[in-house]
């Protein structure tokens, strides 16, 4: 049984209580024990990891008033309510208003074991549904917001999904243009704080003499100026997500403070000795590696280690180039809606040459090309307007790149059709459809 499964019984009578709790523990169940509504009520939120066992009768707000409190907040939340002996009416009336079981005064311990474990195990399916569900949507809302099908790009989408849950700081490494932003925002959407501000600072854009006060926040008279108190960025995220973009470019004085508000997670605005908690997830990026900084002093190891709970590595588009047909084709169309153009056609040369380029602004320069394309500017610039430089990599491993970015291109032209894709690229099904293997584009097929 999880550790976190448990049983919250409610109950005055001491001795009842005890006996409850030592029943079940001795069956290695958790248990925790309250004596009225009034603490169960507090100690109960959605997606709560166990059941409740109350007693009907209870001091104050009575179990069946409980139980109705209990189900409109979470209404597949097994409640099982303890009876007085001969009260059958009551039992009747409780399972009717969504108990999910009832016990009768007096019991055998092992019964309730046996109705506490059935409970249990109805409570562990449904919160597995609804964790199922959720990274189902979650995994649904970035497949729509970070393309690719490269494989480089999957791991990135299936770390995001499972990091989604947590409240883990994270370390985003990319260069620039790789999308850190964008993936830090998925990151906060798949996140439980999601409904919490997303709040973006630029370390390299902050001066230092406002670092205090736009970080921490200052109250009325702190300093020459300052009128009215301000909520500072951090106070601002608490309870959703802060995003130190260029972390590297912080002054060290910047970071011995930075390092202490995310240890303690408290602050102090200027102008005040009264400490704020904050909760809020850190999530920081990075275009360069931390730790040869750290070698040269010019970045703390106290605060790396801080911020590197988990890393998140983004790809250099030259790493996923079957991606680039993909990208550009949705980079054109929105700027075909936004400038109002038709969408230019992606021939056969236009996606080699996209593919042969070594992109060294990524995305964003990838973006860029759609647009001077959409707006029929595109050459004499790169990708177009100067010869292709071949990455360093070995010529097999470029050639199946590209050969597995045409299938995979094919195929979504298609629909997964095979006949299709066989006729566009004029090759034999049986070739085709080895190589859909080979490159593990099943999934496309399927689609």
């Not at 177009?384 to 094919?410: C, H, K, N, Y």
Request: proline share 6%; hydrophobic share 40%.
């Amino acid at each position: 049984m999880p550790e976190e499964m448990k049983v919250l019984i409610v109950e005055d009578d001491p001795n009842v209580l005890f006996g409850c709790e030592q029943a079940l523990q001795l069956e290695g169940i958790l248990t925790k024990g309250v004596d009225t509504a009034e603490k169960a009520r507090r100690l109960v939120s959605v997606n709560f990891p166990g059941i409740v066992v109350s007693d009907i009768c209870l001091p104050g707000v009575d179990g069946m008033v409980l139980l109705g409190q209990l189900r409109a907040m979470d209404p597949d939340l097994p409640v099982v309510l303890i009876t007085g002996h001969g009260d059958i009416s009551l039992a009747v009336q409780a399972m009717k208003s969504g108990a999910h079981d009832f016990i009768e005064k007096p019991f055998d311990p092992d019964y309730l074991v046996e109705v506490v474990r059935r409970a249990l195990d109805k409570r562990r399916l449904i919160l597995e549904v609804r964790d199922l569900r959720e990274k189902l949507l979650n995994r649904q809302s970035i497949d729509a917001r970070i393309l690719g099908n490269s494989p480089a790009i999957e791991r990135v989408r299936r770390l995001i999904v499972d990091l989604g849950s947590s409240a883990v700081d994270v370390l985003i490494q990319g260069e620039t243009g790789a999308g850190k932003e964008l993936a830090a925002r998925c990151l906060h959407d798949a996140s439980p704080r999601r409904n919490g501000n997303f709040v973006a600072i630029n370390c390299g854009g902050l001066p230092e003499t406002l670092f205090d006060s736009e970080i921490f926040g200052h109250e009325a008279g702190a300093f020459t100026g300052a009128g009215k108190r301000r909520i500072g960025k951090f106070e601002h995220a608490s309870g959703g997500t802060l995003f130190l973009d260029e972390i590297e470019s912080m002054p060290l004085a910047m970071q011995v403070k930075m390092l202490r508000v995310l240890q303690e997670r408290t602050l102090e605005r200027l102008g005040s000795n009264t400490p704020i908690a904050v909760d809020c997830r850190v999530v920081a990026a990075t275009k360069v590696d931390l730790r040869e900084l750290i070698d040269r002093g010019q970045f703390r190891a106290d605060l790396y280690y801080r911020l590197n709970v988990v890393t998140l590595p983004l790809p250099p588009l030259r790493d996923r180039r079957e991606d680039t047909p993909l990208l550009f084709e949705h980079f054109c169309m929105l700027a075909a809606a936004r400038h109002q153009r038709e969408i230019p056609s992606a021939d056969a040369g236009r996606i080699r040459q996209l593919m042969a380029y070594d992109w060294p602004g990524n995305v964003r320069e990838l973006r860029n090309v759609a647009d001077r394309c959409v707006l029929g500017i595109e050459s004499g610039f790169p990708p177009f307007g100067t010869p292709a430089l071949p990455g360093p990599r070995p010529f097999a491993e470029t050639v199946e790149t590209f050969e597995r970015s045409l299938i995979a291109d094919a195929l979504r032209r298609s629909r997964g059709n095979l006949t299709r894709t066989s006729e566009d690229l004029q090759l034999a099904k049986t070739t085709l459809y080895d190589k859909i293997r080979k490159y593990d584009l099943l999934a496309e097929v399927a689609r």
